[in-house]
């Protein structure tokens, strides 16, 4: 089974989701690094919104691979996460063949043509795409925990084996191996059995400096001064008792709106005017108005802040 070109070391890969526009760090390389160099897929959990489905992102970006991705929620069954029948054409193949005149020959194309339970009939969902794919892919299973523990087993042998089941038509073998990350916004216990078959990474939110690193390579033009002082105040919002507690994404987001609107400083005005990038709950909002907006009333930036640059 051929596979993409294999990374040689861990700063490697680092380099290279790096290019790719993320940052990852040593945990998040070196599990890339061995996903690609063990063929084994990767479980990536965390809080909503820490950079988990980007990782897959920028491996698709950073390889050079196809991204396929497959989100899933309550109720996803294998008929929308492997293949379904296409029954119209089945039944429409059906009848002309019972419209004809004389019966085709046993082992005619015309009776070949006649198997309604062969490839001609099938839709491709997510997971036999993968699967079959001519060329190697990345494949994102966005929000495992989601699903429920049937579907988890439904994706055993593909994590296992990298191989899929069609009672109709055989086993399907992976063409090349893929490159999988699940995701997991620990909603909920997941099996044994997938843990298992997977590497594991833990990521969580990145602390002030981090999520400063990130900012500035999404926003370079946005003074340093103002990006930390965002930063730091996005690290208060956290801290509260939140609905929804603001992603990286979004300090990104609130990051450009800043520029846009040509801020030089984060004041309580400016904040309580933008603070809904960040804030997304009605009952969150009162609540950041009144712990962290207060705040920044009261505080008096630091002389020469607005300036601030790293030497």
Known sequence: MPDAEQPRSVAEVREGLGEAGYLADESSALVSFLAQRLGKPVLVEGPAGVGKTELAKALSRHTGRPLIRLQCYEGLDEAKALYEWNYRKQLLRIQAEAGGEAEPPEGSWEATRGDIFSEEFLFTRPLLEAISAEMPVVLLIDE??????????????????????????????????????????NSRELTEALKRRCLYLWLDYPS????????????????????????????????????????????????????????????????????????????????????????????????????????
């Open 144 to 185: 495992i925990d989601k699903t429920d523990q049937e579907f988890e087993a439904m994706l055993l042998e593909v994590l296992s084996d990298f191989q899929i089941s069609i009672p109709e038509l055989g086993v399907i073998e992976a063409r090349t191996r893929p490159l999988v990350l699940l995701t997991s916004n």
């Open 208 to 311: 002030v400096e981090r999520e400063l690193e990130i900012v500035r390579l999404h926003t370079p033009e946005l003074d340093e001064g103002l990006a930390r002082r965002m930063v730091e105040v996005v690290h208060m919002v956290r801290q509260l008792d939140l609905k929804k507690p603001p992603s990286i994404a979004e300090s990104i987001d609130w990051a450009r709106t800043l520029l846009l609107v040509g801020a030089e400083d984060l004041d309580r005005e400016t904040f309580e005017q933008s603070m809904s990038i960040i804030v997304k709950h009605r009952s969150d909002i009162d609540l950041v108005a009144e712990r962290v907006a207060v705040k920044l009333g009261d505080a008096t930036p630091p002389a020469g802040a607005a300036g601030q640059t790293q030497a």
